[in-house]
């Protein structure tokens, strides 16, 4: 069974940064599209990044400029670097990923943004 597990989520003041990994494990034989999306309390669910097998990448709006996604195919890892972070930024992650042709959810990491 495919498994997508985040990590490093945590508590970090506004403008610091954090760096989320999601790694793929289990039988895989091939990994397409990869993305980040983010759920905050009372509010939708929300793509932040993605990235293709290609490298291609997309970006909500918001999150422009400050955040990097990138992945690591040897690894089956994809990244989310978060620079410049906001309060707005608070919210659970979650990893996506189109992996032997089924779509696969991990379970999320909490990012809050507080001082």
């Known amino acids: 069974q495919v498994q997508l597990v985040e990590s490093g989520g945590g508590l970090v003041q506004p403008g610091g940064s954090l760096r989320l990994s999601c790694a793929a494990s289990?039988?895989?034989?091939?990994?397409?599209?990869m993305g980040w999306y983010r759920q905050a309390p009372g509010k939708e669910r929300e793509l932040v990044a993605s990235?293709?097998?290609?490298?291609?990448?997309n970006y909500a709006d918001s999150v422009k400029g400050r955040f990097a996604i990138s992945r690591d195919n040897a690894k089956n890892t994809v990244y989310l670097q978060m620079n410049n972070l906001k309060p707005e930024d608070t919210a659970v992650y979650l990893c996506?990923?189109?992996?032997?042709?089924?779509?696969?959810w991990g379970q999320g990491t909490q990012v809050t943004v507080s001082s």
């Open positions: 289990g039988s895989i034989f091939s990994i397409g599209y």
């Open positions: 990235i293709t097998s290609l490298l291609r990448t």
């Open positions: 996506n990923g189109f992996i032997n042709n089924y779509n696969v």
